[in-house]
């Protein structure tokens, strides 16, 4: 074994760099903390100011976010009748067709359920509420009136403090510039709603372009996979919520409680937000029957919701949405929570799905997840179905190999270099020349 004997000039070289490179004030610990610190705050600054941007535009990113869920519902209907012969415009015109009668027969039998029972049921709730503070206050609870007073008399406080009042002043111009704004809204997501159902296809294809190799692979695949998630979510949501109302409307006109027809759309409505909205509704029908029936029917009530509600999570869930969203219960609360705060009801409505499909997203794009049983961290918490790789078929799985393999450039859509050379050699030699050649008048 041999070793290479250095220069002594040498050796002072390499200890001499060694010193000035620890000596650098962003090469211990504290200037490499201090580094990533920077880039944390430019990175966050960056994200406030799209947060910002898209929250100034509020009108057009929700129009968007609506039409591309809607457009993910009913894009298999769109490509079964492409695939019948249709033309892309019949196939979304026949689907905006289906959207408006199913939209319209939802929104005009919610309008005939409540029409007339509204204010009946606004007031039974509001007795319900009264009733069950009187209990809680006067019952073996040790709860003190004076916290549930405060409370109430800070809501009352602010309902008539001069800031309320101003606003009321203020309400019909307020009510002008919303209407207006979910007009607006409302027409330009029916604009993008009608061009991604037409030209699906062709925007995908573009926005594919610009890339190549895995990258465009990984792009397709997301699109794909969000497009699972979306339309899944619409579909199964909406028949979920239909059975819950159909059956707690059956178990309300069961037991007998009044204004069941109204309390059943609520619960359809509310299905829409998971876990809250499905409280919500069963606490609203159990008050309601608490005033007009009473405590033993409004106990029923409660066992009925309670009843339905591990149907629809054992059985309706698994069967009509699959593993859909793959969310755990806590991320879907804080979901709710941040999208209640930032977007008010539709962000609390949208907030779910598109948290499913960040989560798919990531899926799709990180490799740093290590999948499978550890001999040190023990099972998986992640269920090998609820992998974004297990959910593509075998066409799917095709294309993205074929995608991979392709090596094409492609051609520039400059026109310079889309320009064909000349064929005659007097005029090529001209033009490498820059001089005019004999045809040139």
């Given amino acids: 074994m041999s070793t290479v004997e250095h220069p002594p000039e040498a050796r002072h070289d390499r200890r001499q760099t060694g010193q000035n490179r620890q000596a650098g004030p962003w090469s211990d610990a504290l200037g490499r903390a201090g580094a990533r610190a920077g880039q944390t705050l430019l990175i966050a600054a960056v994200a406030v100011g799209v947060i910002v941007i898209m929250l100034r535009v509020s009108v057009v990113v929700l129009a968007v976010l609506v039409a591309l869920i809607l457009a993910s519902a009913v894009a298999p209907l769109v490509r079964w009748l492409v695939g019948k012969g249709w033309s892309h ?26 029409r007339n029972e509204w204010q009946g049921l606004v007031d039974s709730a509001l007795q319900g ?154 606490i609203l029908a159990a008050l309601v029957a608490l005033v007009t ?31 859909t969203l793959s969310l755990h219960a806590l991320i879907v609360l804080l979901a709710l929570t941040i999208g209640t705060i930032v977007g008010g009801i539709f962000g609390a409505i949208l907030a779910v799905p598109y948290t499913a499909v960040a989560w798919t997203l990531i899926q799709v794009w990180t490799h740093r997840y290590q999948a499978g049983d550890d001999p040190v961290l023990g099972p998986d918490p992640l269920n090998p179905k609820d992998r974004a790789s297990r959910k593509a078929n075998a066409a799917q799985r095709e294309k993205y190999r074929r995608i991979r393999r392709g090596t094409g450039k492609g051609q520039d859509l400059g026109a310079v270099e889309d320009e064909a050379a000349p064929s005659d050699p007097a005029e090529q030699q001209a033009i490498e020349s820059g001089l005019p050649d004999s045809s040139t008048p």
């Fill in 89 to 114: 415009l019949w196939a979304t015109l026949m689907s905006f067709l289906v959207i408006l009668v199913v939209a319209g027969g939802v929104i005009t039998g919610v309008v005939l359920a409540i």
């Fill in 129 to 282: 509420w009264q009733q069950l503070q009187d209990w809680v206050t006067n019952g073996p609870l040790p709860i003190d009136a004076s916290v549930i007073d405060d409370a109430t008399q800070q809501v009352t406080d602010f309902l008539a403090s001069g800031d309320y009042a101003s606003g009321l002043a203020s309400g019909t111009l307020t009510g002008i510039s919303a209407a207006t704004n979910f007009l607006t809204g409302l027409v330009l997501m029916i604009v993008v709603l009608f061009f991604l159902l037409k030209d699906g296809p062709k925007i995908n294809s573009f926005m594919l372009r610009w890339f190549r190799g895995e990258t465009r692979a990984k792009l397709a695949e997301s699109v794909d996979r969000s497009s699972e998630v979306l339309g899944g979510y619409v579909r199964g949501t909406a028949t979920v919520a239909a059975v819950d109302a159909v059956l707690i409307g059956i178990g309300l006109l069961i037991v007998g409680v009044p204004l069941a027809l109204p309390l059943a759309v609520v619960t359809f409505i509310g299905a829409f937000i998971p876990i809250v909205g499905a409280t919500a509704a069963g």
């Fill in 293 to 323: 029936t009473g405590p033993v029917e409004a106990l029923i009530v409660v066992a009925i919701v309670v009843g339905v509600n591990q149907i629809e999570g054992n059985l309706l869930q698994p069967v009509v949405m699959g593993r």
